[in-house]
């Protein structure tokens, strides 16, 4: 009986921990004759990972990172909408994507914090304490 509620509550706590902790991303909006700027740091939704995308808009370069969803890293339309989508929102500016040039999704120079692998591993490790104790 002990045990059950020991562990109820180390389940607990450790769940509380494991959703505390969110993915955080470098958000930047910039453009090669800096007519767009924006930077700042976002807590990403469930299901979003950091990416950046360079893309060319009438022979002027761009760039926009932040938090985004998933199919962002492989659907080339949901990438535009992001893109065009994020510089409206943020900048109040209407640009059409024409090329994305690069995608990159998340790695150590776009986040700020533990990466997701890394949480679960340390929520992992937290439960088999729980459940050996």
Request: aromatic residues 12%; proline residues 1%; glycine residues 2%.
């Amino acid at each position: 009986m002990f045990y059950c509620s020991y562990f109820s509550i180390c389940l607990i706590l450790t769940a509380m921990i494991h959703t505390s902790t969110s993915l955080k991303c470098y958000s930047s909006i910039g453009s090669s004759d800096e007519s767009l700027k924006y930077n700042d740091v976002q807590t990403c939704n469930e299901g979003h990972t950091c990416v950046r995308t360079e893309f060319i808009d009438n022979e002027k370069s761009y760039w926009v990172s932040g938090c985004a969803p998933l199919k962002f890293c492989y659907n080339d339309l949901i990438a535009n909408e992001y893109i065009e989508t994020t510089i409206q929102t943020y900048l109040q500016k209407s640009i059409k994507v024409w090329r994305i040039n690069k995608k990159n999704c998340c790695d150590k120079s776009l986040c700020n914090s533990t990466s997701r692998s890394a949480i679960n591993i340390y929520f992992l490790v937290l439960m088999i304490i729980c459940i050996s104790n």
